[in-house]
């Protein structure tokens, strides 16, 4: 051999291009599959496309170089100088889509991480945002049931209270007020309160205007006792609590306030102050009376004595006799205070019924009040129970209530007595009332002091309504007092003033 | 400012129009610029290779045989641009008369003597043992992440499935 043949090289130029061919095919086939499968893969895409260039740079090349043989060997390599710079020309068309695909790659890779990565910032906040939606609709449910469980109690609360709730609007007209309050009002719908200005439920004028002042000056008021207008005319004392009701700029838009009913308070009360105040009393009288009643015996007994003895000497005998005239009044007043502080003789007792005991004082007493034309008007009920007391002392009681009665009147007038039992039974009521001109309020509460009459100087003692109530508590009763009558029964019988006595069954008897 | 501009651009256009002279714009260039466009092409190709080789090496995206096969593809990819890019000029760089022989294909050969250039001619001459392995591991390589892939989704529909 002279030189290098060139053969070889031809030869595997021709196979080389057939592989290649084949080969980019295959790769391209590949690559494709590759994209079916992970259709959403960056690489794969891009190695499609690069299996694309390199198809296409195969066929270029490989077709040309294959084509070249068969065009020399042909015959024709005229042609093939001719078609030459095409075919080089793809060929270098190839590879700068191949270079610039693979420049790109990086930079879409790049691209693609940051979708990736704003896309898993995203999914990552979608799924925060989900889940905060979520707690959100939790908590909502949370707090909505914690709100309707709040209403429910507060509403409960406000329609079962035992006092009175109310709300009031700017210009003081109630807007909402509970069952207690319309019960307690006397109403019998919540709709004839509404609307109402609270001023009218205010007994007093003036007790409205310094609720409302302290209202509108502090901004709630506490404690303020007042009394409220009933629909029936009738007034409840109420302790009130309230305060100003203001919107988010502070401005006043309504009251709301909290009114207890103490009434019935006021009168246990009042009536355990008379009570302590007459044990009080009657412990002083007891003492008093106890320590005159000796010498006044002695005083009596000596005047009585020098009576005997005096004989002839008319201006002393006169003298002695005023001395033992205003000593048995002294004895009579001092016996009066020991009944009334329950230091007098012992109880006598029995079983009484109180009709007849009441009958045996108006016989006594019936006679002198025709004389001044005062008739008696008799209710008794008949079917009495009888109860355990000293018939005597309970004689003085109606006694005593009866005169006082008469007295009240002087002339021409009604005195009522009522008698009825107990709704349970267990104990008699008897109301002595008259048709007089009443008891005034300011001294209503002091009718039972001892020594307190209205009547002029030595006409009475004061201890009648004194010795009245030791005796009725002495049998485990009560007395009261109601000028004008709360009841209309007696209104209607023209009753201006009632006593009120309740005796139970066995008052005396258990002590 | 503006109305200045306006002014100026105006009187460039005026300029332009009204005082034509002989256009530059198109060029025809000589033969060798073909070579020189294939020959920068080659160099172009075998830099994307070599920066996409870096590339994956610095982020990998995968590991395993498949990578593995498309790093090698594109090193023969490499290799084979730069023996193109060396064939090609030293082709240039050879005499007609280098190669002789009738006109048939088969009996042409390199006469002595053997200089560099016609031993380098002759061993750059045979590229397709560059570039058809580079093509076998691109096509193994995608073999490999087809396989792959395909186990990836059978997994995935099993996992479904329980």
């Not at chain 1, 020399?72 to 610039?100: D, Q, R």
């Not at chain 2, 060798?32 to 080789?53: K, W």
């Not at chain 2, 009996?107 to 053997?114: A, D, E, I, M, T």
Request: charged share 20%.
């Amino acid at each position: 051999m002279n030189g290098l043949p060139l053969a070889p090289i031809y030869i595997v130029d021709f196979f080389g291009s057939g592989s290649m061919i084949v080969l980019s095919f295959i790769a391209l086939y590949y690559s494709f599959r590759l994209t079916q499968l992970e259709s959403k893969s960056v690489i794969w895409t891009y190695l499609f496309w690069l299996c694309l260039g390199m198809v296409a740079f195969a066929l270029s090349r490989g077709i040309g170089h294959i084509l070249r043989f068969v065009l020399i060997l042909a015959g024709h390599g005229e042609i093939w100088k001719t078609l030459a710079p095409i075919s080089g020309s793809l060929n270098t068309m190839t590879f700068v889509s191949i270079t610039t695909l693979t420049f790109y790659y990086p930079n879409i890779r790049l691209v693609m991480d940051r979708v990736r990565e704003d896309a898993r910032r995203l999914a990552s906040a979608h799924a925060s945002l989900k889940e905060l939606n979520q707690t959100l609709e939790r908590r909502v449910e949370e707090r909505t049931q914690a709100l309707r469980l709040s209403e429910e109690k507060f509403r409960h609360l406000f329609e079962n209270s035992k006092d009175v709730i109310f709300f009031c609007d700017a210009d003081r007209q109630i807007r909402d007020i509970n069952e207690s309050g319309v019960d307690l009002l006397g109403y019998t719908k919540k709709e004839d309160l509404i609307g109402r200005p609270l001023s009218e439920l205010f007994a007093e004028e003036i007790n409205y205007q310094q609720f409302q002042q302290r209202l509108c000056s502090q901004g709630h008021v506490k404690d303020f006792e007042a009394d409220f207008r009933r629909l029936d005319g009738s007034t409840l004392t109420f302790i009130i609590s309230a305060d100003t009701i203001r919107d988010e700029k502070g401005k006043t838009v309504g009251w709301e306030g909290i009114a207890k009913d103490i009434t019935r308070f006021k009168q246990v009360m009042t009536q355990l102050m008379q009570s302590e105040k007459m044990a009080s009393v009657g412990q002083l009288a007891a003492g008093v009376a106890h320590e005159i009643n000796t010498p006044l015996g002695i005083i009596l007994g000596y005047t009585q004595l020098l009576q005997e003895e005096i004989e002839g000497n008319e201006e002393v005998r006169e003298t002695l006799m005023i001395i033992e005239k205003q000593t048995k009044v002294c004895k009579r007043i001092v016996a009066d205070l020991l009944k009334f502080s329950r230091e007098s003789v012992k109880n006598v007792i029995s079983e009484i019924d109180v009709n007849q005991c009441l009958e045996e004082v108006l016989s006594v007493t019936e006679h002198s009040l025709n004389m001044d034309r005062i008739y008696v008007h008799r209710s008794f009920a008949e079917s009495l129970p009888k109860i355990m007391g000293d018939a005597g002392k309970l004689q003085q009681v109606f006694l005593n209530l009866v005169t006082n009665a008469h007295q009240a009147m002087e002339k021409d007038g009604i005195i009522g007595i009522w008698t009825r039992p107990f709704p349970d039974g267990k104990g008699v009521e008897v109301i002595v009332g008259d048709s007089g001109p009443g008891i005034p309020p300011e001294i209503r509460r002091k009718i039972f002091d001892p020594f307190f009459t209205t009547k002029g100087v030595g006409k009475g003692t004061g201890l009648g309504l004194s010795v009245t109530f030791g005796i009725v508590r002495d049998h485990g009763g009560t007395i009261e007092v109601e000028s004008p009558p709360s009841s209309q029964e007696f209104v209607s019988a023209g009753m201006e003033t009632v006593f009120i006595v309740r005796l139970p069954v066995r008052g005396l008897e258990g002590g | 400012m503006c109305q200045h501009g306006l002014y100026i651009s105006i009187l460039l256009i005026v300029l332009f129009v009204a005082t034509p002279g002989s256009a530059l714009a198109l060029q025809t260039h000589g033969p060798p610029e073909g070579l020189y466009i294939h020959q920068i092409a080659h160099v172009f190709f075998a830099i994307a290779m070599i920066t996409l080789l870096i590339f994956l090496r610095i982020q990998p995206i995968g590991e395993g045989r498949g990578w593995h096969y498309f790093r090698i593809s594109l090193v023969f990819f490499f290799l084979w641009n730069v023996n193109a890019f060396i064939a090609h000029t030293v082709e240039s760089q050879l005499p007609e008369e280098a190669i002789l022989g009738s006109g048939h294909l088969f009996s042409q050969y390199l006469p002595p003597p053997f200089t560099a250039k016609k031993v380098l001619y002759y061993i750059a001459k045979f590229d397709h043992l560059l570039c058809v392995p580079a093509m076998v591991f691109l096509v193994l390589a995608l073999k490999t992440f087809c396989r792959e892939a395909e186990r990836k989704r059978e997994d995935a529909s099993r996992d479904a499935v329980a």
